[in-house]
Nanobody
Framework: QVQLVESGGGLVQAGESLRLSCAAT????????MGWYRQAPGKERELVAI???????NYADSVKGRFTISRDYTKNTVSLQMDSLKSEDTAVYYC????????????????WGKGTLVTVSS
C-alpha cells in the first residue's frame, strides 16, 4: 500500500515563501514521477510542478521562476519551494505520484495525498 503524506502548508503574506514536503510510504523501490497539483476554491485541480525519476521537470506557467520542485530519490520524497507567493497561489496543494515500483510489483496508477492548504494574504 502506497500513501503520500504532505506537510508544510499554512498562512503567509504575499511575497513570502513556503516549503511543502511530501513523503511516500510503503515498500517502495522507486517512483517514476512525483509532483504537486493544486485546487483553488471554485476551480479545477491543476498541475503546479512535476519531476521525473530522470530529473526532468514541468512547471505551470504561472509558477515558473517562483517555485522550485526537488526530489530525494533515496527517501521517496518531493518538495516544493514556493517563493514570491501571490494571493492567487491560495489553494489546497496535493502531492501526486505515478508509476510506483516495489520489490515485487509495479503500480502504474496515480496516488494522491490528502492535500495541504496554502493561504496567501495580500
Amino acid at each position: 500500500q502506497v500513501q503520500l503524506v504532505e506537510s508544510g502548508g499554512g498562512l503567509v503574506q504575499a511575497g513570502e515563501s513556503l516549503r511543502l514536503s511530501c513523503a511516500a510510504t510503503g515498500s517502495i523501490v522507486s517512483i517514476n514521477v512525483m509532483g504537486w497539483y493544486r485546487q483553488a476554491p471554485g476551480k479545477e485541480r491543476e498541475l503546479v510542478a512535476i519531476m521525473s525519476r530522470g530529473g526532468s521537470t514541468n512547471y505551470a506557467d504561472s509558477v515558473k521562476g517562483r517555485f522550485t520542485i526537488s526530489r530525494d530519490y533515496t527517501k521517496n520524497t518531493v518538495s516544493l519551494q514556493m517563493d514570491s507567493l501571490k494571493s492567487e497561489d491560495t489553494a489546497v496543494y496535493y502531492c501526486n505520484s505515478v508509476g510506483v515500483s516495489t520489490a515485487t510489483e509495479f503500480y502504474a496508477m496515480e496516488y494522491w495525498g490528502k492535500g495541504t492548504l496554502v493561504t496567501v494574504s495580500s
